[in-house]
């Protein structure tokens, strides 16, 4: 059982290039997010899904986009990287209902130049 | 809207001091309390959380939080820290709504560093 994975674990991206970062969770999850981490800010939510086929936007949702085709992966796409999305992105899941435990994977460090 | 604060940004301590680190909510309701660990370079773990019953609420390594439904907080307490409690703390807040999308909220996160 490996929980919530998150791939890749660190990348370099140049101003305008884009990037999907993998989430993927083997604990059959319904809901699943994807959070920004900035020191000071703590987190904030970009996306989330609800279930297979259903995106929502979160709290900062300008240039990213997502997609949930399978339950068990959410992609979180930028396509057009610019140096504010140099973050920490973690992606989260819990049971139906959201109000549950939220299990975090262990992060992607994106450094936009 | 919802919001959390954590009072501390930066907390230093030395070995066996005690710990209490601030959370408050700005508003009411049924409410879902969690507290978030992140150790250097990991991922965050569930530390403890409150969903009803006893408001004095006992997580992992020591640590417990009390519910104050009076005073919208739930702070978390330690006896005697470790220098392996250094670490940053997220409190987190979710309202337990009878229908749609219940969002989690974090406040802006407290390090702790914990000196032998």
């Known amino acids: 059982n490996a929980g919530v994975t998150q791939t890749p674990k660190f990348r370099v991206l140049k101003t305008g290039q884009s990037m999907t970062l993998l989430c993927a969770q083997d604990?059959?999850?319904?809901?699943m997010y994807w959070y920004r981490q900035d020191p000071g800010m703590g987190l904030r939510l970009i996306h989330y899904s609800v279930g297979e086929g259903t995106t929502a936007k979160g709290e900062v949702p300008d240039g990213y986009n997502v997609s949930r085709l399978k339950k068990q992966n959410f992609l979180l796409g930028l396509e057009s990287a610019a140096p504010s999305q140099t973050s920490v992105y973690f992606c989260?899941?819990?049971?139906?209902?959201?109000?549950?435990?939220?299990?975090f994977g262990p992060g992607t460090r994106l450094l936009v130049l | 809207a919802q919001s959390v604060s954590q009072h501390n940004h930066h907390v230093i301590l030395s070995e066996a001091a005690s710990l209490e680190l601030g959370c408050n909510y700005s508003y009411g309701g049924t409410v879902n309390l969690f507290w978030y660990v992140q150790y250097p370079g990991q991922h965050l773990q569930l530390l403890l959380k409150y969903f009803s019953g006893d408001p004095l609420v006992k997580g992992i390594k020591g640590f417990e939080a009390e519910f104050i439904k009076s005073k919208f907080s739930f702070n978390l307490r330690k006896p005697s820290v470790q220098w392996s409690d250094t670490a940053e703390y997220f409190c987190?807040?979710?309202?337990?709504?009878?229908?749609?999308?219940?969002?989690?909220?974090f406040g802006a996160g407290t390090r702790l560093a914990v000196h032998p």
């Open positions: 987190a807040v979710i309202h337990r709504f009878s229908g749609g999308y219940n969002k989690l909220i």
């Open positions: 604990m059959n999850h319904e809901y």
């Open positions: 989260a899941s819990t049971t139906a209902g959201g109000w549950e435990t939220q299990y």
